[in-house]
């Protein structure tokens, strides 16, 4: 839309001013981009008439050429509504630079902060005026850049600092797993202390969270509650891949009044692709390494009643010795199901006790019924070799059962059973994109009629 300053700026023929100005408007970033977009496009393709024409004499000039001045000092030309001396600026409060006098107007502005967050503005088109858009960061020190002209083009710039208030309320963020190796199904956790429940919020926390994987996946966070969310790539990941987690969330604004804290980053590495694919119904487990088939083991699952659960697991802990208590799953001591057993080689793929574990006392159904309470159940030599081969974040899969599905969320790593299209709709920064294109897309301009 096209403000009252425009037409008042804009003259019939170009000035050095103006060209100046389009010249400015192309290398600023997020200030003046989005205001008047089909006039400065407009403007830019006259430009390129006018320096057709003009031919070699577009690019040099006399020294007296507004366009080759160095900028002069700005302090007089504009006034800012910072913080007094030894003083920090309120973080609820709007930056504002506005020009002194006629004989002046903003043409860029930049405030970046220590971190290297920049601050969101907005321009007037008459150039007397910018105000902040953005939240101010919590506890920063900032910079600022002015850039100016007077009625005869001539450039002038003003730089300026300032610190900003501490948060008076912190969002702590929890990064996991820890450091360490995984295999190819570990997701990244970020637990949250306090909940985010706005969409800005949660936006603000996702894009604060930066995942980089060598080689590189495409990958995307999925919110499980209000302060959890959970970050899993397309596919699983490479094998070899080394990942790094980093919070930028140190004073970015999450909620009226809360803002984040400083966080350590944190590095994980790939190891194989191992899978284990139990079928309850063949009674067989075959695990797989990089594609290749390394064992074949035979097992019971769960009898029924007690069907072990469908769908991909995640490994998430080995223990050598478990003592296994029928009570602690709902089984009352004294019943025909009850039991409290020493466990051996236990590989736990759920919170509520699923195990992949030694089972000597069902040897003789091994291969040939299902007569679990749940848990696959092996020899002592295969659960041996099974415990040796395997490690947190591989896969453990199970199919033909008459138990349920395994769920995402809630009693392990079960993101792996929900499709993607559907993971990256519980991504507040990627809901209701396309896949392929980025949150930045959408801000793009583009060609208008004028």
């Known amino acids: 839309m096209k403000g009252p300053a425009d037409s008042e700026r804009s003259p019939p023929g170009l000035s050095f001013a103006l060209i100046r100005r389009a010249a400015l408007d192309t290398s600023s970033y997020g200030v003046l981009m989005s205001h008047t977009p089909s006039f400065r496009i407009a403007l830019s393709c006259s430009l390129l008439v006018v320096a057709a024409g003009a031919g070699a004499a577009g690019c040099g000039g006399p020294d007296g050429h507004p366009l080759s001045a160095q ?10 509504n910072g913080p007094a001396e030894n003083r920090k600026a309120a973080l609820d409060k709007p930056l504002a630079i506005t020009t002194k006098g006629e004989d002046a107007r903003i043409t860029d502005v930049t405030a ?52 900003t208030a501490p948060a008076k309320q912190s969002l702590k963020v929890e990064l996991g797993p820890e450091a360490g190796k ?15 429940t706005s969409k800005e919020g949660r936006a603000a926390v996702e894009r604060a969270l930066k ?53 350590a980053p944190l590095k994980i590495t790939i190891g194989d692709r191992v899978e284990a694919i139990t079928d309850a119904a063949a009674h067989r487990m075959t695990v797989l390494r990089n594609g290749e088939v390394i064992n074949t083991i035979p097992v019971t699952s769960g009898k029924p009643g ?90 453990v899969k199970v199919v033909n059962s008459m138990g349920s599905e395994m769920t995402p969320f809630g009693n392990g790593f079960g993101e792996w059973n929900m499709a993607w299209p559907e993971w990256r709709q519980g991504s507040t920064v990627l809901a209701g994109t396309r896949e392929g294109s980025t949150p930045a897309d959408g801000a793009r301009l583009r060609p208008k009629a004028l």
């Open 71 to 80: 900028p002069y000092d700005a302090a007089q030309q504009v006034a800012f």
């Open 112 to 163: 970046v902060d220590e971190a290297g967050h920049y601050l969101a503005g907005r321009l007037a088109a008459d150039g007397t005026r910018w105000r902040s858009t953005g939240a101010l960061a919590a506890g920063a020190r900032y910079t600022v850049r002015v850039a100016t002209e007077n009625g005869d083009g001539a450039p002038g710039v003003r730089t300026l600092t300032f610190e």
């Open 182 to 196: 995984y295999g190819v199904g570990q997701p990244l956790t970020a637990k949250l202390s306090a909940p985010v």
């Open 211 to 263: 995942v980089r994987s060598e080689p590189a996946v495409t990958g995307a966070w999925h919110w499980v509650d209000d302060k959890q969310l959970h970050y899993r790539p397309k596919e699983y990941w490479p094998t070899g891949a080394t990942v790094t987690l980093t919070s930028n969330l140190a004073g970015v604004r999450v909620a009226k009044g809360l803002y984040g804290t400083t966080t």
């Open 306 to 395: 007690f069907a072990t659960r469908n769908g991909v697991k995640v490994v998430l802990e080995k223990q050598y010795f478990v003592r296994m208590r029928s009570t602690t799953v709902g089984i009352p001591d004294g019943t025909s199901d009850s039991y409290d057993l020493p466990v051996y080689y236990a590989t736990r793929v759920t919170w509520s006790g699923e195990y992949v574990h030694a089972a000597p006392w069902s040897v003789g159904s091994q291969g040939y019924a299902n007569v679990s309470h749940g848990c696959v159940g092996m020899s002592t030599s295969n659960a041996a070799w099974f415990y040796e081969n395997i490690q947190r974040g591989d896969i």
